[in-house]
């Protein structure tokens, strides 16, 4: 669709997993990188998840590059053309 929350979605698995008896806490977040209707930002989703044992992958697609990315602190930053670029 039109919108996309990723700092929601990070927030949404960090619930997920609050409510679960697993002990490991993965998460494959797979994005153009562009944020576009989040009410909590990825950044601040992201610090969380972190201080809270959830361990982030992102595989990133923009156009046909697709990259991949494993951090379990993710330190996002903004790309030339406003996306939210991880790793």
């Known amino acids: 669709g039109p919108h996309t929350a990723l ?3 990070i927030g949404l698995a960090i619930r997920t997993f609050e409510a679960s008896d697993v002990e490991q806490r993965l ?3 797979l994005s153009d990188g562009t944020d576009t209707a989040s ?3 990825p950044v601040n ?3 969380i998840a972190r201080d809270r044992g959830v361990e982030i ?3 990133g697609a923009n156009g046909i590059e697709i990259s991949i990315c494993r951090n379990e602190a993710i330190l996002p930053r ?3 053309d406003n996306t939210l670029a991880v790793g």
């Open 78 to 80: 903004r790309g030339e």
């Open 45 to 47: 989703a992201a610090e």
């Open 57 to 59: 992958h992102t595989v």
């Open 7 to 9: 700092g929601d979605a």
């Open 27 to 29: 998460l494959i977040l």
């Open 39 to 41: 009410r909590m930002s």
